[in-house]
């Protein structure tokens, strides 16, 4: 990327979990600022720009209830996601172990189905909400945390309810995985990498040949 590439980015990002777990709050949360309570159930790509450290940021965010995102591993839905997405925000709420159960088998489909599609390495965010519930609590951080760490994925907790800037964090977060992701793939060698990577092979023939 060079000169006003390099300070523009877009990136898709889906939004899976449970029902209840506060998947709209926090989605509405990092859009508006806002905690409203309710949400309703109508699926909803939210689309919004904002800059940060002088580069413009356009993402495209994929929020639908928990009923209409068949996420099963055979699903055209699912694959429709997964195609279309450059990361992941799995939400779960602290007070409820069966939606943390599910975080864990979301992961396993999606790396299913990106490995089934031949795709590269998705980001994904794993985001416990409810933080505000902390005497309801139910699974640990470290829980949460350990899961990130076996998975490769991000961790973050979260109360969509009280804190706007914890929500923030996880988007940043996540987009920042996503520029590293795509400059993996699409940083191109150089000169000055192809000249180095050259003299290491040279330097091995060398050394073989004592
Ligand atoms: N205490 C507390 N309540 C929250 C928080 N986030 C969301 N809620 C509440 O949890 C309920 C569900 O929130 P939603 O954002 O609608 O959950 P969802 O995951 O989008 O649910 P579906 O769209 O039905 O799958 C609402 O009553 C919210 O007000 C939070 O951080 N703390
Ligand atoms: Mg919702």
Same mark, same amino acid.
């Given at each position: ?6 300070? #523009? ?5 889906? +939004? ?9 709050? +926090?989605?509405?949360?990092? =859009?508006? !600022? ?5 949400? /309703? ?12 450290? /002088?580069?413009?940021?356009? =993402?495209?965010?994929?929020?639908? *209830? %928990? ?12 694959? #429709? ?10 939400? %779960? ?22 490995? %089934?599609?031949? &795709?590269?390495?998705? *980001?994904?965010?794993? +985001? ?10 139910? +699974? ?6 350990? &899961?990130? &760490? ?13 804190? %706007? ?8 977060? =996540?987009?920042? !995985? ?8 699409? #940083? *191109? ?14 330097? !091995?023939? !060398?050394?073989?040949? &004592?």
């Amino acid at each position: 990327m060079t000169g006003l590439n390099a300070l #523009k980015m877009d990136a898709n990002i889906v +939004v899976l979990g449970t029902d209840n777990v506060g998947k709209s709050a +926090v989605t509405v949360r990092f =859009l508006t !600022r806002r905690f409203i309570g309710e949400y /309703g159930d109508i699926e909803t790509i939210y689309s919004h720009s904002f800059s940060v450290d /002088g580069r413009e940021l356009t =993402l495209s965010i994929w929020d639908s *209830p %928990y009923s209409q995102q068949d996420i099963s591993t055979s699903s055209s839905l699912c694959e #429709k996601r997964l195609q279309w997405a450059d990361g992941f925000v799995l939400v %779960y709420s602290i007070c409820d172990r069966a939606s943390f159960n599910m975080v864990t088998r979301l992961i396993q489909s999606i790396k299913a189905t990106k490995e %089934y599609m031949g &795709l590269e390495k998705v *980001p994904i965010a794993i +985001v416990g909400n409810k933080r505000d519930l902390h005497h309801r609590r139910t +699974v640990l951080s470290e829980e949460g945390r350990l &899961l990130a &760490l076996a998975s490769g994925c991000q961790f973050f907790e979260v109360s969509a309810a009280e804190n %706007y800037h914890s929500v923030i964090m996880v988007f940043h977060g =996540l987009v920042d !995985r996503i520029r590293e992701s795509r400059s993996v793939i699409k #940083k *191109p060698a150089g000169i000055k990498g192809i000249v180095k990577s050259m003299s290491a092979v040279f330097a !091995r023939r !060398r050394t073989d040949s &004592l």
